[in-house]
């Protein structure tokens, strides 16, 4: 960040400043304190950033965190996303779901949030999952990213958008697997009305060396790739010692992955320009090009930056996306310029709404009246935006945040939105009631069951895949409840189906079957 180089250092979060050039730290500051360190390899990390300065940070399951801020204690148990906004000291859970080792974050084009899950290898679109919720509470699982290909575990994740690979990959997210399979994933994004999920592509690198363990992956300003081999022997923290002399902290590896029949990218120039340069580098296609400089700009005079934005968006009044950067630059100066939200907001590619509607969920301790916003957003003819509208409005609370999620139930829902609103009235339940019972809002426009909706039993999440047989043992109560009981720990508390998958298969050479096993019956 402009301000320096933050780290995870248990139960610390610490920001090092170097105030004299030399890449050195000079100085030490402990930001916040209360993030739980007994498992470190489940403790905050992965860290990234959103165009507002917020940091986002995954924790793991088994930790029990409680971090004190201005705006009260904030806390995670079994898993989950941090975001912490250095400018306001907010610290938000702002995924609280069930997932347990969550190892990367990755950003989007247009803001999107991507987490990958190490454990069971599963990777999440964020937006679904990112309602206000009891801290007691989690919600429930739609679908995931990796939907028709997954191995585990994973970490890290990236997106490709570089000149130096080829045209049809641009876009694409990408992870690495560290067990069993030992490589790179890539995915085709695809959209799917709100959703936004992966296709299988290819696997981009894999190794048959056991030690290769690839963990993190970015494209370099030259428009490569790099990515990290912790390259151990040892991985587990339980099946070993942690004195096991054949763990180790010499063999790590850096790769660099290149093209070699496309020209590498000349690297944009960033640190000390100009204000305007920083600016015309937003129409780089490289995303991380452009993050970088907007970072920079992150770290210039406040007032030259808005001037520069609005005169950037002028110059380019037919871009959406180009809008789209102007207005985080002015979010990135926590100023975020209403005249650019306006256009944002109303803009032809909903992405681009979209992205001005998360702009919205996180100043709302900024912006004058930000429901407004939301009521637009909210009866929005794209599902994504009305769940941005959702989501925001959850976080928003009270009775405006209520009038926004009814006002999205009285719109199309999906499963995404249905689930969503599920999760929202937790919440917002209350003030909903209320809205109604004084005439305030008409329940009559709602597009689903109000007692449903009060209840939060719309029709939404996954189930389990039903693999019950024709057995006349069914016919027995008793093995129905047994069975039952079963099928949760597979499925849910033991994660037996995270090797050994939905079939009972497992996986070829690397987990073993259940089907037709000596061990099972």
Known sequence: APEGVYLSQEPF????????????????????????????HHAISAFDVDHGGGIYMCEGRFLHSQVETPWGP???????VWRFDHHSWKVERVMQLDVNNPWGVAHDAYGQTF??????????????????????????????????????????????????????????????????FLGIKDFEVVEDGSEIKGHFRQNLLQSTDGNFRPCDLEIAPDGSLYFVDWHNTLIGHMQHSARDPLRNSEYGRIYRITYPSRPLVEPPQIEGEPIEQLFANLKLPEMN??????????GRDREAVLAAAEAFARANPDSDLLQLEALWATWGQQAPSLNLLNRCITALDHRVRAAAVRVVRHCLHLLPEPQKYLMVAANDSHPRVRLEALSAGSWLGGREGAAVALAVASNPTDKWIRNALNAAMLTLGTDATELIETASFNPNQLSVDLDTLLASQLPGAAKPKNVRTKSPKFENKGFVATYELGQRVFYEEGSCNTCHRDHGRGITGMYPPLVESEWVT
């Open 289 to 298: 090009a452009r993050k970088r400089s907007q970072r920079e700009l992150r």
């Open 115 to 180: 987490v990958n899950d190490a454990s069971g290898g599963d990777q999440f679109w964020m937006l679904g999952y990112s309602i206000k919720i009891p801290h007691a509470a989690e919600m429930a699982k739609v679908s995931k990213f990796n939907y028709e290909h997954h191995i585990r575990p994973t970490s890290g994740s990236e997106f490709i958008h570089s000149r130096h690979f080829p045209d049809d990959v641009q876009g694409d997210y990408i992870y690495t697997n560290s067990i069993g």
């Open 74 to 80: 904030q806390r995670m148990t079994d898993g989950g």
């Open 13 to 40: 979060l610490m920001l090092l400043k170097d105030t004299d050039g030399d890449d050195r730290a000079d100085t030490t500051e402990y930001l916040l304190d209360g993030f739980d360190p007994h498992d470190t």
